[in-house]
């Protein structure tokens, strides 16, 4: 499976974006997905994850309220809503994709994650 991020892009304060995660290969349907971040000097943090179906979905406290994921399955691809931003939201932006059976709890650390996108740059101005 391969990944590409895109939908990145400046934006000032208080403004939105919405990213895009296209997928390769026929076994999207079967991946949980999640979207992380990595700001300048700091490490890379989770986001958000949804489940195969889309059905279940999770978030980081910082991004509760006003982040929304969701995933199209017959496009696969996955997307996330990003309004009310701050300056805070300035990072690379990471979708990555992990093979689960459709009970598994979702996935919030990166090291249960097998598929990466390549990243999309989000700038927030104040």
């Known amino acids: 499976v391969q990944l590409q991020a895109s939908g990145g892009g400046l934006v000032q304060a208080g403004g939105s974006l919405r990213l895009s995660c296209t997928a390769s290969?026929?076994?999207?349907?079967?991946?949980?997905m999640g979207w992380f971040r990595q700001a300048p000097g700091k490490e890379r943090e989770f986001i958000s994850a949804?489940?195969?179906?889309?059905?279940?979905?999770t978030y980081t406290d910082s991004v509760k309220g006003r982040f929304t994921i969701s995933r199209d399955n017959a496009k696969n691809t996955m997307y996330l809503q990003m309004n009310s931003l701050k300056p805070e939201d300035t990072a690379v932006y990471y979708c990555a994709g992990a093979s689960v059976i459709s009970s598994a709890p979702l996935r919030t650390q990166e090291d249960e994650y097998e598929y990466w996108g390549q990243g999309t740059l989000v700038t927030v101005s104040s």
């Open positions: 290969g026929r076994t999207y349907s079967r991946l949980t």
């Open positions: 949804i489940s195969r179906g889309g059905g279940r979905t």
